[in-house]
């Protein structure tokens, strides 16, 4: 099998790319012109250029391929972002229908679920209810939601077969040491938001990829959505002293109260809809965000047998080995 990558030289698709590879996979690659395809190209990856927004190139990439895997997204909360993932997947739906494929791997996020209407603790699974309000979370948000909204229409029509993951938290090498769930970094000062008792739902990029792989060819993943989380969870506190304090030994960690996180963010909602501006963070984005509630992969592990490579603290030892301090890339 032949399989067309999109967003193959970002984060998670250059651990894509890899591990396709080594899986015994033809991988081809659409990649923006100026785009960084070393990486990808040492691999062993061909690479066609173009836009996922450009449909000719975007179809020029196609011929010849059996699968692609959906990664390519814009990333930034802003409307030319939404524009890209919503284009890119329309465009994506189309070019499947045309050419008949034997698999579409679509990779969503567990951003797509209504955390806001959850009760605290509860557990989230595939069949949870889905985001309400996703103009409120933000662009990046709402795009990822309608983008998976095309997709499993496209799904429930039959013409390709169709797999959705929903990772959550992804980390590892070349990605944020200090995710955007966590609170914020400047240099090596540290907030985070809360307690530090919340435990996002972390995943490695590594245990993405591999989720990815075996979604590819068995037919039991065939027609299904799946969380794609870590079993053992780990709590905001834990991972600054197993993380963060290991890797700058300047760290300064401050834990912002949430009632003060929130105070502050209606503050600022006000002050921007005085100048007439869109405001930075919203309360119903941050509660979403803050919620403690479990998402549960275990269908994934019982469907095509997918679990982590090595335990949670194993793999982010790994990242703490080669990581940089004050909250850059690791």
Known sequence: MKVLVTGGTGFIGKSVVRRLIQDGYGVRVLARAGANVDAVVAHGAEVSFGDVTDGPAFGRAMPGCDAVVHLAAGTQDSEAASVTTLAGTRILIELCRQHRLERLVYVSSCS???????????????TSPLERFPERRGFYSASKRQAEEYVTEFMHTRAVPVVILRPGTVFGRGGDLFPGMMGKAVRSWYFVIGDGSLA???????????????????????????????????????????????????????????????????????ACKIVGRRPLLTRYRLESSQKSVVFDGSKIAAKVGWKPARSLRDALSELVSGATPGGCNA
């Open 112 to 126: 797509v679920y209504g955390v806001a209407d959850y009760d605290e603790n509860s557990v989230v699974t595939e």
């Open 200 to 270: 996002p739902p972390f995943v490695h990029v590594d245990d993405v990829a591999e989720a990815i792989s075996r979604c590819l060819d068995r037919e039991e993943a065939e027609g299904e959505i799946f969380n794609v989380v870590d079993p053992e969870r780990m709590t905001k506190r834990q991972y600054v002293d197993h993380v963060i304090r290991r890797v700058d030994a300047h760290a300064r960690v401050v834990y912002v109260p949430f009632l003060i996180v929130c105070s502050l963010t209606w503050l600022q909602e006000v």
